[in-house]
């Protein structure tokens, strides 16, 4: 069975240090890994994925994730934050061969104080 | 960029009564998916279409039914509503890859926000 784990429900850093979301994750087959960010009242928004190649992937606004496969990790992080980066964010593995479902982890709530 | 559209934003509906969702993908993608998140919750997937057939179902109560018509949007019909039906259903869509290498993420709309009385 496929599964996603974030172990913190949130996480507070200062505008301007790095951050980091922590994701691992459960599955059968290769992992095919997503991060989504929601805004309030709004949508989930793609921001990157691992599907193969190299462990280090980039995506939007800044943020990179680094997929650790003896870790079964999928980490977000971001050099230096931003008050706008405040959000909700939540790591998905989609299943195997099976792209028809994504299963999202319970979501971590990034707060990035001034 | 087009993106996913859904309506409407927002729905009141009392006890018993029904709804019906509508989510029209981005241009050219095929396969629609349904999720419902309730409030502080994960997104659950209820259900998705994949060239206007069902493609795969997770936890759809069959109080609701879907459908994805010619013009690959979808719609979501939900009858004897309950207060627990109170949610924000997402809408996503990709382009499909049945039987090959994935390579199109989930994009999502900005969902409507069903209120149950």
């Known amino acids: 069975a496929q599964s996603v784990a974030q172990p913190e429900d949130q996480v507070n850093v200062a505008e301007g240090n790095p951050l980091t979301v922590k994701c691992t994750y459960s599955v059968s087959g290769n992992p095919y890994l997503f991060w989504y960010v929601q805004y309030p009242n709004r949508g989930l928004q793609f921001l990157l994925k691992?599907?193969?190649?190299?462990?280090l992937v980039k995506g939007s606004y800044g943020f990179e994730a680094e997929f650790n496969k003896s870790q079964t990790s999928f980490h977000l992080k971001k050099p230096s934050a931003l008050v706008s980066d405040s959000a909700l964010y939540f790591c998905a593995v989609a299943e195997g061969n099976n792209f028809n479902k994504f299963y999202f982890g319970s979501g971590t709530k990034l707060n990035v104080k001034p | 960029a087009a993106g996913v559209i859904q309506s409407p934003r927002h729905l009141i509906k009392e006890k018993r009564e029904t709804a019906t969702l509508k989510c029209y993908p981005i241009p050219r993608h095929d396969t629609v998916y349904w999720y419902q998140q309730g409030p502080g919750q994960d997104p659950q997937f209820l259900i998705s279409?994949?060239?206007?057939?069902?493609?795969d179902k997770g936890s759809i109560p069959d109080r609701f039914s879907a459908q994805q018509f010619s013009d690959y949007h979808s719609e979501l019909n939900m009858s004897s509503l309950e207060l627990g039906d109170s949610a924000l259903y997402f809408c996503a869509s990709s382009l499909g890859s049945r039987g090959s290498s994935y390579n199109s993420p989930l994009h999502f709309g900005n969902g409507t926000r069903l209120t149950v009385t």
């Open positions: 279409f994949y060239e206007k057939m069902q493609s």
């Open positions: 691992y599907i193969t190649g190299d462990n």
